[in-house]
């Protein structure tokens, strides 16, 4: 089956410029997460969707970063305007389960887009 | 907040020789422990995980123990191989099919 798929892989944007991610799921996966991943860390959980709904945004920082996934698919996240802090690995993963199920899941990540804010 | 901790950060062995990382978890709900590889520059890999109901689980030289009662697991690697140079993070679920992810373990392995 085809991956994650995640665009762009390498961004450089100057602080207080926007900038936008682009996630496609494994297909049939109803379920879609953004993680931000700083260096010589774990990845930390921004956004749960599931289908075209949001599940879980508890950690994102909404004043400045937004996310999508308007037709229950590929989805899109946001920053405006990007700060040094936000220089990180940006991960999108999938998964087949149902929230509420199991908590069995075998997360797919894509490959990521290391986002660099100077 | 649910979290969880994972030592060592950085484990330097000989070829040859075992590794073994451990994580502790808070969440007395989580039921799902996935063991991540990411190589430099590369997306984390699931390399295997163990559900509450299993205490062992062994995959070649891979192998995940769980202790629901002191909330901790371990990754055990045996007779490592360079290639097994890379972090490995664990992770644990929590309500709503979400992981919660350690820092993270770089392995070297010396030849």
């Known amino acids: 089956e085809a991956g994650v798929a995640q665009s762009p892989r390498y961004k450089i944007i100057e602080k207080r410029q926007s900038v936008a991610f682009w996630c496609n799921p494994i297909s049939g996966h109803a379920t879609l997460y953004w993680y931000q991943q700083i260096l010589g860390q774990g990845p930390k959980l921004l956004i749960q969707f599931q289908n075209n709904g949001v599940v879980d945004d508890s950690q994102l920082p909404k004043d400045r970063f937004s996310a999508e996934r308007l037709k229950g698919v590929d989805s899109t996240l946001k920053i405006q305007p990007a700060k040094l802090e936000d220089s990180a690995v940006y991960l999108c993963?999938?998964?087949?389960?149902?929230?509420?199920?199991?908590?069995?899941?075998?997360?797919?990540f894509g490959s990521g887009t290391r986002l660099t804010v100077v | 907040g649910e979290n969880v901790e994972q030592h060592p950060s950085t484990l330097s062995v000989q070829e040859g020789d075992s590794a073994v990382i451990k994580c502790t978890y808070s969440d007395s709900a989580s039921n799902y422990f996935p063991w991540y590889k990411q190589e430099l520059g590369k997306r984390p890999q699931l390399i295997i995980d163990?559900?509450?109901?299993?205490g062992e689980k062994k995959d070649q030289r891979i192998a995940v123990t769980l202790n629901k009662t002191a909330k901790h697991f371990s990754l055990h690697i045996t007779e490592t191989q360079p290639e097994d140079s890379a972090v490995y993070f664990c992770?644990?679920?929590?309500?709503?099919?979400?992981?919660?992810f350690g820092a993270g373990t770089i392995l070297r392995v010396k030849s």
């Open positions: 163990i559900r509450s109901n299993v």
């Open positions: 992770a644990a679920s929590i309500r709503g099919n979400k992981l919660v």
């Open positions: 993963a999938s998964s087949s389960i149902l929230v509420g199920g199991t908590g069995e899941s075998g997360y797919t």
